[in-house]
């Protein structure tokens, strides 16, 4: 890998955590975040919790447990690296998302192009979001959840595409993304009573 890339990801890796830190610092000094207010809106509304609230946590939106996301991460980095850095440059049509390939049956392009990126700011902007909104996801749902939410989006969205017959070329993570945030405001929706407007 050439040193500039290097850099590069150093920058991108050092720049996620810092807004994913930012960002969940200042949310959690909002009121309605904190555990013992919502603790208390249960109690108030004599609520049967669907949230489970960690004891030795101090706000919802801190992940001790969230390693998947991260590893995630790691691998769209390497795949990147090594089919667009490398020789094996060559490979990746071979892991694209084309529907005339899988007209042909080469299915496995449904799963394969989750995980390819054709450019540095493609894979930055899709691996920031991924580690905004996969933490989350993770803690909420729990790490099987998260995996079954993240493949299965990614893979319909990529069957969709198909179905329709739009995208005959694409790759990205994107859609699996996508289906992380439907998942947060699924849980925003079915705890709306609890965590307020």
């Given at each position: 890998m050439r040193l500039s890339h290097l850099v590069f990801?150093?920058?991108i890796s050092f720049g996620s955590s810092f807004i994913h830190k930012r960002s969940m610092n200042m949310l959690s000094t909002?009121?309605?975040l904190s555990v013992e207010n919502i603790i208390e809106r249960l109690s108030d509304k004599n609520m049967t919790s669907s949230i489970e609230v960690p004891s030795n946590q101090i706000t919802i939106f801190q992940y001790p447990e969230t390693k998947l996301s991260d590893a995630i991460i790691l691998i769209n980095i390497a795949?990147?690296?090594?089919?667009?850095l490398s020789s094996f440059s060559k490979y990746k049509h071979f892991f694209v998302k084309s529907n005339n390939a899988i007209s042909r049956g080469e299915?496995?392009?449904?799963?394969?192009?989750?995980?390819?990126?054709?450019?540095?700011?493609?894979?930055s902007s899709n691996m920031i979001s991924l580690k905004v909104y996969g933490p989350m996801v993770e803690k909420w749902y729990g790490t099987k959840k998260f995996l079954f939410v993240y493949l299965a989006s990614g893979i319909f969205s990529n069957l969709s595409t198909f179905l329709?017959?739009?995208?005959p070329l694409s790759i990205g993570a994107s859609g699996a993304i996508?289906?992380?945030?439907?998942a947060l405001n699924g849980f925003y929706r079915k705890n709306r009573a609890v965590l307020g407007n």
């Open positions: 990801f150093s920058i909002s009121n309605w795949v990147f690296s090594i089919l667009n299915i496995y392009r449904l799963f394969t192009s989750m995980f390819l990126h054709q450019t540095l700011f493609h894979i329709m017959n739009v995208s996508y289906g992380l945030i439907g």
